[in-house]
């Protein structure tokens, strides 16, 4: 059976997307160091490149001879986050919870060990932080990462790689167990300071009907503008938003 299998597999098509998200991962590589990394041969990364460069997902820098990840793939990305369920249907939410707070809402979905922004409405105020659709933050020092990891049996924590980012990040195994059993008592998480110092994010799970986290919805601001009646009404209205969400997705 495992050989009908393979017989049905493009060995080619697989070594193509190694290289692609290797580069995604890396940001920009020569020949030399995609080949080391990926376990290609050079010409076969040479080949590969060539081809990915002549269909515009790769570009080249003309002084180092790196290449890297074009815009088109970013274009193709943001056309597959449009049309996710879950983006369509939590918009007109995420536009509510902004009209309540004025703060930046956003809507981040798992992908391994990270969060990604999959939508976000930036707040208008002068002193703001910013962190675009498409970036991704580890699971163990983002809000909204916690807020799934809390409500998700399937994510393996064993594999978190702990980067000290602020004076506030999460760096141990017995921190993080700690703070998410708090979250799934209290039914939110909150970043404070643990990815960007002065950044606070308050986030609640979207749930499916079995109690699994799906995605998560987040208010974020700096830390001099929170105070603890804004986060009570922050995450009261979170929770409200992420339930509507949840029944939107599931009826």
Do not use: W
Not at 61 to 68: Q, R
Request: negative net charge.
């Amino acid at each position: 059976m495992e050989n009908q299998v393979d017989r049905n597999i493009i060995k080619s098509i697989i070594k193509a997307f190694d290289v692609m998200e290797t580069l995604i991962e890396h940001k920009k590589l020569g020949v030399s160091e995609l080949s080391r990394i990926t376990g290609l041969g050079k010409s076969t990364t040479h080949r590969i490149l060539n081809t990915l460069k002549y269909l515009n997902y790769v570009e080249q820098d003309s002084e180092t001879g790196n290449y890297f990840v074009s815009v088109k793939m970013f274009t193709l990305g943001n056309k597959l986050a449009i049309n996710l369920p879950i983006k369509r249907i939590a918009r007109h939410h995420l536009e509510d919870l902004f009209k309540k707070t004025n703060e930046t809402i956003n809507l981040g979905i798992l992908d391994k060990q990270s969060v990604v922004y999959l939508d976000k409405i930036q707040s208008k105020e002068p002193l703001r932080i910013e962190l675009n659709i498409g970036h991704e933050v580890p699971l163990y020092c983002s809000a909204m990462g916690k807020s799934i990891i809390a409500f998700n049996s399937d994510i393996n924590l064993e594999e978190m790689d702990y980067k000290h980012y602020t004076e506030h990040t999460v760096t141990s195994d017995e921190e993080l167990h700690a703070q998410l059993k708090e979250i799934k008592n209290k039914g939110y998480s909150l970043d404070d300071q643990e990815y960007i110092t002065g950044l606070i994010c308050i986030a609640v799970p979207v749930l499916d009907p079995d109690g699994k986290a799906v995605a998560s919805v987040s208010v974020s601001l700096p830390a001099a503008r929170l105070d603890e009646n804004k986060k009570e009404f922050f995450v009261s209205i979170l929770k409200e938003a992420t339930s509507k969400i949840s029944k939107d997705l599931y009826i």
